[in-house]
């Protein structure tokens, strides 16, 4: 039985081809200047074409046949979605990209609840709560998914959805903060470097790696960490309704889909397919139908990643610690 959105779509895409249709062969085909006729056609089919696409570009918009938005956080999340490294790593998620993407979903008047799809390790700070606010801010049903992991960050970032549902085998939790160095002060010494201070501010190099870490250095260091922590307690406590000794007794600890859910860290272990029934539930409709929000990339940028995927793959073996130059933040 054809739907009256089928049947709307259908109608928009073949008055779109006629209306393209009789311009290409007007202009093309009826009056033809210094074109012969064959390539006159040609032409007018290639108008056709663009009509077929102008139309159904239409009809998506006017009968779009989604009514849940899929965004997917994978991999390390940051502000750019990559950096300098050495070997250079997969392209991770770019948070103002993913920002972007729940807001359109957000704007989109056919989209009914979003479904935030969660496989990464975690990552930068703020980025990680940028994306929290802006789950926290979509208007409908939000459930956060973990797939294969949903750690650290990407934690964070589900305690701004209204549930997250995991597998038994997904990983989750590492509620926690880390920060890292390399002393290389010895090695400098061994090959004949030393470091000379040039600074204004008695801790702006604190962190530097050719250079021995002071005490007090250190405590100011750890006393960063340690209010990001807090503030990272703080996010789940109130996102997931825990209590915040609950949440530091986890320690930072990794735990199986199915621990997590007895702990309470998860609240549904389901598939894909139970978390769509859950959505229709909570529209009120038979089922529902997902659309992939991703950002536009040009062709380029595509083919760069994939290449970069297979640098990251040859030489990620050789030169694993080369990007630890200097103090370095993460969740």
Not at 179 to 208: C, H, P, Q
Not at 261 to 282: M, Q
Not at 294 to 321: K, N, S, T, W
Request: hydrophobic residues 40%.
């Amino acid at each position: 039985m054809v739907s009256t959105e089928g049947l709307g779509r259908l109608a928009i895409v073949l008055l779109a081809v006629a209306a393209f249709a009789a311009i290409g062969v007007a202009l093309f085909v009826v009056y033809p200047t210094s074109l012969t006729d064959l390539f006159g056609v040609l032409v007018a089919l290639a108008v056709v074409g663009v009509g077929v696409r102008v139309g159904g570009n239409i009809a998506s918009s006017l009968f779009p046949g989604y009514n849940v938005a899929e965004v997917a956080v994978e991999g390390p999340i940051t502000r750019d979605g990559g950096g300098s490294s050495f070997p250079p790593s997969p392209r991770g998620t770019t948070a103002d990209e993913v920002v972007e993407q729940i807001e359109r979903a957000d704007d989109d008047g056919s989209v009914g609840a979003l479904l935030l799809k969660l496989n990464t390790p975690g990552g930068e700070v703020v980025p990680s709560d940028d994306i929290r606010l802006a789950a926290e801010r979509f208007d409908g049903p939000t459930i956060a998914y973990a797939t294969d992991t949903c750690a650290s960050g990407g934690y964070w970032i589900a305690s701004g959805c209204d549930e997250l549902w995991a597998r038994e085998g997904s990983i989750v939790g590492s509620i926690g903060v880390i920060g890292s160095r390399v002393n290389a002060s010895d090695l400098a010494e061994k090959v004949g470097l030393s470091y000379e201070r040039f600074a204004a501010g008695e801790y702006k190099d604190a962190g530097t790696p050719l250079k021995e870490l002071e005490d007090d250095e250190r405590e100011y260091l750890q006393g960063i960490i340690d209010d990001y922590y807090e503030t990272f307690v703080e996010r789940v406590s109130d996102g997931r309704d825990l209590e915040e000794e609950f949440v530091r007794d986890t320690e930072a600890r990794i735990y199986l889909g199915d621990t997590a859910h007895e702990l309470g860290l998860v609240d549904e272990l389901g598939t894909r397919r139970e978390i769509e029934d859950e959505l229709a539930d909570r529209l009120a409709v038979e089922d529902v139908t997902v659309e992939e929000f991703e950002p536009e990339r040009p062709l380029m940028a595509r083919v760069g990643a994939g290449a970069q995927q297979c640098a990251y793959a040859l030489g990620a073996g050789i030169a694993g610690l080369a990007d630890e130059r200097e103090f370095r933040l993460r969740t």
